[in-house]
Nanobody, 122 residues
Framework: QVQLVESGGGLVQAGGSLRLSCAAS????????MAWFRQAPGKEREFVVF????????YYAGSVEGRFTISRDNAKNTVTLQMNSLTSEDTAVYYC???????????????WGQGTQVTVSS
């Protein structure tokens, strides 16, 4: 069974950067879309970005566009999220997800990681 494991979260000052990684323990189809979502305390899970199986198509939430960059390495079954110019609004648990379709809706994704905490201090 494929599992997704996130890493790279932590505490950073506002304006700083973090790099999150998501590794698949088994092999996910290269055609699978990969995405990052986040959930802050008391809020619903929020779409951040997705990338297509080929890595050529990406879509970012407006709140992170220009600051976050997603990339994937199908040979290594990994997806990374480079986060720059972080603000306190980015504080949340970040989840990696995989699914058969590109979507901003969490319900469309079949596989989820356990999440990694990102805390931005102002």
């Amino acid at each position: 069974q494929v599992q997704l494991v996130e890493s790279g979260g932590g505490l950073v000052q506002a304006g700083g950067s973090l790099r999150l990684s998501c590794a698949a323990s088994g092999r996910t189809p290269n055609s699978y879309a990969m995405a990052w979502f986040r959930q802050a305390p008391g809020k619903e899970r929020e779409f951040v970005v997705f990338v297509s199986g080929s890595g050529l198509a990406t879509y970012y939430a407006g709140s992170v566009e220009g600051r976050f960059t997603i990339s994937r390495d199908n040979a290594k079954n990994t997806v990374t999220l480079q986060m720059n110019s972080l603000t306190s609004e980015d504080t949340a648990v970040y989840y990696c997800a995989a699914g058969a379709v590109l979507s901003t809706t969490p319900q469309k994704y079949d596989l989820w990681g356990q999440g990694t905490q990102v805390t931005v201090s102002s």
